[in-house]
């Protein structure tokens, strides 16, 4: 069986197929099985590494913009030497 592992809610959703096959075999009876998923509470590392992702993303995004000032510069001096 298949699933897709990048979601929070695949590998509940696979163990609760496998049981109801599991069951269904072992006994013969369709079983209905409810599934409760609650997501873990956020640590303080991970809110760190949250805001610190967006202070890398927009620092990231300020040097492609300054890379393209020296180049416009670069390409006028170029055309004089020709």
């Known amino acids: ?3 897709n592992s990048t ?8 163990f609760n197929v496998l049981a109801r096959g599991i069951i269904k075999e072992a006994t013969g009876v369709t ?12 640590t303080s590392k ?3 590494l949250a805001a610190n992702a967006g202070a890398f ?3 990231m995004i300020f040097c492609v913009g300054m890379a393209f ?3 416009g510069l670069i390409t006028f001096v170029v055309r004089e030497r020709e």
């Not at 979601?7 to 696979?14: A, D, E, F, L, V």
């Not at 099985?33 to 509470?41: R, S, T």
């Open 1 to 3: 069986m298949f699933y």
């Open 69 to 71: 000032i020296p180049t």
């Open 57 to 59: 993303f927009a620092a």
């Open 46 to 48: 991970q809110e760190g």
């Open 31 to 42: 079983a209905n099985l409810k599934l409760y998923n609650h997501p873990l509470p956020i």
């Open 7 to 14: 979601g929070y809610q695949s590998i509940p959703t696979y």
